[in-house]
C-alpha cells in the first residue's frame, strides 16, 4: 500500500498518470471507430508509416512528434485516396505505405549528423518520459474528440455501420470519412510517446475487444473501453514502478490479462446462464 502512495511522491509519475488518463479517453474513443470498422490492419499501417516523420523530424531538427503527425495524416489521407482512386487493393496499399515509412524514417535517421536520442521511446514507448508539450497535445486532441463525437455521433454511427443509408440524407460521407481517418493517425502519433510506435495498436484494440464481450452498443463501448484502459495503465504504472520493468509493456502485460478474466468470466456466466435454462 505505501508503494501506491509513493507514486504520487514524484512529478514525472503524476504526469505519467495524466498521460494515462488522456491515452485512456482518445483511444477508447477513437479504437472504438478502428474496431467496429475492421480498420485494425490500417492503423498498423498508419502507426509503422508515422517512423518516416519522426525520421524526417529529426533530420530537420524539429520536434518528431510533429513530422510524424504530419506524415501519418498524409498517410491515412493517402491510402484513402489511392485505395478509391487506383485500382489497388487495399491491404496492398497498406504494405507500401507501411514499408516506405519505416524506410524512409531508417534513411533519414542514419544521414542524420549524430546520435539521435531517446529513439527506443518512440518505438517501444516511455511514458515515464512524457513532457508538458505531450500532455497539452494530448488534452487538445481530446478535446477536439469529444466535441466532434458529440456533434456528429448519429452520423458517424451512419457513416461507420452504412454509409449508403448516410448518403441517402445527404450526410458528408467523405468528409467525415476523412476527419476520422485525421484524428485516427493525431491518436496514433500524439500516444507514442505512452506506448510507442509497436505496442500502441493494442491499447487501439484489446480494451474495444473486452467492452465488446459484454455489450454491442457504440456508445457503451467507447465507456467501457475508456474505463478498462484507464484501469489497465494504472495498474501496468503501478507493475511497472513495483518491479521495474519497462511501462509499455507492462500496460499492454495487464491489459491482455484483463482480456482473458474477461473471456472466462463470460464464458462462466454463459455456461450459467444455460444450466439455469436447462432447469
Not at 121 to 135: A, E, K
Not at 237 to 254: E, K, N, Q, V
Request: glycine residues 8%.
Amino acid at each position: 500500500m505505501d508503494a501506491l502512495f509513493e507514486i504520487f511522491r514524484y512529478q514525472f509519475l503524476l504526469k505519467a498518470m495524466l498521460a494515462a488518463i488522456f491515452t485512456s479517453v482518445s483511444c477508447g474513443i477513437i479504437g472504438t471507430y478502428i474496431v467496429s470498422k475492421r480498420m485494425v490492419f490500417l492503423s498498423g499501417g498508419i502507426t509503422h508509416a508515422s517512423f518516416g516523420g519522426i525520421g524526417i523530424g529529426y533530420f530537420l531538427g524539429i520536434n518528431p512528434i510533429l513530422g510524424a503527425a504530419v506524415f501519418a495524416v498524409l498517410t491515412a489521407l493517402g491510402i484513402e485516396l489511392v485505395t478509391k482512386k487506383a485500382d489497388i487493393r487495399e491491404d496492398s496499399v497498406i504494405g507500401m505505405w507501411w514499408s516506405f515509412g519505416m524506410a524512409l524514417g531508417i534513411i533519414f535517421i542514419f544521414i542524420t549528423p549524430g546520435y539521435a536520442p531517446n529513439l527506443m521511446s518512440y518505438l517501444f514507448g516511455s511514458i515515464l518520459t512524457v513532457t508538458n508539450l505531450d500532455l497539452y497535445m494530448m488534452l487538445i486532441l481530446n478535446v477536439i474528440m469529444v466535441l466532434f463525437f458529440l456533434t456528429f455521433f448519429k452520423t458517424i454511427l451512419y457513416v461507420s455501420f452504412d454509409p449508403e443509408y448516410a448518403r441517402t440524407y445527404r450526410a458528408p460521407v467523405q468528409l467525415i470519412n476523412y476527419i476520422l481517418l485525421s484524428l485516427v493517425a493525431l491518436t496514433i502519433v500524439l500516444n507514442i510517446r505512452v506506448m510507442g510506435i509497436i505496442l500502441i495498436i493494442s491499447l487501439l484494440t484489446i480494451p474495444q475487444t473486452i467492452a465488446n464481450l459484454f455489450t454491442r452498443s457504440f456508445r457503451n463501448i467507447i465507456f467501457v473501453s475508456i474505463l478498462i484502459a484507464l484501469l489497465g495503465c494504472f495498474a501496468g504504472l503501478f507493475i511497472s514502478y513495483r518491479f521495474d520493468i519497462p511501462s509499455g509493456a507492462s500496460i499492454i502485460f495487464t491489459l491482455v490479462i484483463m482480456f482473458i478474466i474477461a473471456r472466462i468470466y463470460r464464458q462462466l456466466i454463459k455456461a450459467w446462464l444455460l444450466r439455469k435454462q436447462v432447469r
